[in-house]
Structure formats: C-alpha cells, structure tokens
C-alpha cells in the first residue's frame, strides 16, 4: 500500500506526487486541504507529528521530506530508473536537489509568504489565535506570526529576489551542459526543480522568460508536456477556501 | 587520483576526510589554512570558483557539498559499505544528513560567528577591505561583512540555542531507536552527525552531557573512539594564524 498526503500539485507536494506518476505507480491520494488547516488536525498529528507535508506512507513505514521519498520511491520501485547512471550523475543531481530544498525554495517561500499574508488578513483575531494555538511545530507558529502580522521587511524581499535571480542563472548555466539538469538523464533533479520552477516563472516572470533564460524557458515546456507532470496537475483542487 | 581540499578535521570538512578514512581510501590531503583565506585564492577557485570548502577531486572530476562527497564515495568504492542496506534504512539515514545541513549546522554557525567576530577584530580596516574584495561570493561577503561588523543580536543568539536544544533532543530520540544515527548500522548520518556533534558538546555542554543526553554522550564516546576519527584528527595543524 502507497499512500501520499499532500497539498496538491505545487511545490513540496508536487515532488513525491511526480516521482509516483513518472513510476506509475498506483497510491492512494490523501490530499490535504492548507486552507482548512487539514495538516494540523490530531488524526494527521500520528502520521506526521508536527504537521509536515507531504508525507509517503508504504505499508508500515512513514517518510517525510519530499527529496528523499523520492529517492526512496527509486530504489524500492527501480522502474523507469530516475537517476543518472553513473555515480557522477548521480552527484550531479544530488548537488542540485540540495541547492533546490536550501537555496531555491527558502527563497521563493519569502516571495510567496504574501499570499498566505493577504489570506491571514481575512481572518478574525479568534479564527487566527485558534489556528495559532493548534499549530504543532513551535517554530513554525512563531513564523507564520511574524509573515502575517508584519510580513517580510522590503530588505529581505529584495534578497530573496536577488537569490532567485541566481537561481535562474544556474538553471541557464546547467541546462547548456546537458538536456537536463544533471546532464542527458531526466531525474529527481528535473522533477524538485520543476516543483519550485513554474512559481519563479508566475512571480518574475522577467527572470525565465524566452528572452532572458531559453534554455530554461525550453526545459519547462518540455516539461509541461510530460505525462506524468499532465496527471498530476489533473489532481489539483478547485482553489481551498477557508470555512 | 583522489584529492580533498578541506579546513581541518571539524564541521563540513570533518565529513568526507571520515568517508575517505573509513573507506580506507588514500587520497591527497590538500589542507587550506581558512585564517590565510587561502580558499579565496585565485588558483583554488579554478576549481571552486565560489571558494566553497570542502571539495573533492577524483581524476578530472570536481565535486563540491561534503553530504554529497561522501554518496559518492560510498556508491564509488563500495567498500565497507557506509549505507544501511534497505531502503528505508537509507531513508532515514538521509532525512538526518538533510536535517543536519539544514537545521544543526546552520545553527551551530549563528554560535560560531563569534569566533569569526574575535578574530576580525585583530584586523586592521585596509586588510578587512583587503579580504572582502578577494571573496568570490558576494552573498557570502556580505554576510561576513554583517557578522564580523555588528555580530548577530541576543534574539538571533537565543533562537539559535533553542534550535540546538531541539536538535539534541531529536539526537537522544534517535539513538532511543537504534545503537547508530539510521538504527543499527553505522552510516553517513553518524559521519555528518559528528562533524557538528563536538561542536555543540563544546559550545552548549549542558544540552549534550551524561545527565541532560546520555545516549548522545555514550554514541559520541563511541565515535571518539573509532579509528577513523582518530586518523581524521590526527590531520589537524596547530591554529592558523594570519600573517
């Protein structure tokens, strides 16, 4: 039995729901709506104690961290393989998964902290201190506090822009040595980057359009065009909405 | 030809100079003095260009990120295996190295910066100007520049300690569930995991001694104790200095 909970077909969520479908893999769809602070609810709480997503349950055996399901999904289910064949390659992604999970993403969450900004503000002060309160992780309480209440200072999000504008030129530089990001393999490095990319592409757009980055503006067409990516944009939820 | 470019036993150099002795491998001990900035060196960037330490040469291959040196040491000379055999072994052994560079480490450095704090306070303003126009990596430069100019605030030094506090809970949890980091097999989790270890028994000895954690003081006397380790220290020089 595989089970997946996730917040649908973005970021974190998308990684391990790609590494599913590019096996394809039958597994069990246990999304889990953000909005409604699903993640938070106790019966989650034995799964995923404080309340990360998303989360691959394979019969007994819980995984967290969306990188390393997916490498636990190559090596238990070694068909189609989704790494480099060499341990070079295989280096190669690794080196940017990291950088992805410790660079790219940290980045992009100051960038997006506006949204969950402008959702928290249609909150009551009950609503918010009830969800406050319910929030296992203590760090990311006093997180979640300080993004809606203050929100990220104009400094900060001008060095998570400069971040991504690295970003975007690594992606350029890696893609002219290979079709892929670790070189003439499609891997996990090509399914983490694709969970973060399209949402650099939707919040500055500048930084991989045609013009400014055509190897990575190429790479997420060919992309967008997978099967597997097709399915699981097809598991998207209409647009959650708080009670 | 195997080469390691690394600052001395201790932190992410600490990592793959354990993987190469607990392989048994020979390799060139290409030790960089940081207090020299001899990492910022035109010819080092050649093959680092952003500096970045440590680094592993094997035959014409460069590869950089200490957690993924030591994969590919493992997957490179397979001998004696530093993986648990099963995947979910393997899982568990690479959300602790993750949980290391993500959490510990960064952690530990926001303590550590003191140190780098005392010693640019010896430096004079033309050779501060001097280092700061040989780093290769503007964030890292600024970053420096903040660190050793304001040090980090009582806030920023609180969160941190709080963040080791967790994290030497989570190590005592851990080796509750197995004599090693990944259960039952000694593995890269162990290697990553004493790269930081003494240097949080060192810096918060009242989170990591034999009455607050007694399986982590017992797991690091185990490490102390291990050829490897002693080999690794033994390639320690006495301080740096700065010319």
Redesign the interface.
């Known amino acids: 039995m595989l089970a997946i909970y996730h917040f649908g077909p973005v970021a974190n969520s998308m990684t391990p729901l790609l590494g599913l479908l590019e096996k394809g893999l039958r597994f069990e769809d246990r999304y889990l709506n953000s909005r409604l602070w699903e993640h938070h609810d106790p019966a989650f709480q034995k799964i995923s104690p404080e309340g990360m997503v998303p989360v691959l349950v394979h019969d007994d055996?819980v995984?967290?961290?969306s990188?390393?399901?997916n490498?636990?999904l190559d090596?238990?289910f070694p068909e189609p393989p989704l790494k480099p064949a060499d341990?070079?390659g295989?280096?190669r992604m690794?080196?940017w998964t990291?950088y992805v999970?410790?660079y790219f993403c940290p980045a992009l969450t100051v960038l997006g902290a506006q949204n969950a900004k402008g959702f928290a503000s249609q909150m009551t002060a009950e609503e918010k201190a009830a969800v406050l309160a319910r929030m296992p992780n203590a760090?990311v309480r006093r997180k979640w506090e300080t993004v809606t209440d203050q929100g990220y200072s104009e400094a900060e999000l001008a060095a998570a822009r400069a971040?991504l504008a690295n970003v975007a030129r690594k992606m350029e530089q890696r893609l002219g040595e290979g079709t892929w990001m670790a070189g003439d393999t499609y891997s996990l490095a090509d399914i983490k980057n694709y969970s973060m990319a399209p949402g650099l592409e939707r919040m500055l757009p500048e930084l991989v359009s045609e013009q400014a980055a055509p190897r990575v503006f190429d790479w997420l067409r060919r992309m967008d065009e997978r099967p597997a990516v097709k399915a699981a944009k097809a598991l998207a939820r209409p647009r959650p909405q708080a009670a």
């Open positions: 055996r995984i967290t961290e990188t390393v399901i490498e636990y090596e238990t341990p070079y295989r280096a690794r080196i990291k999970d410790e760090e971040k």
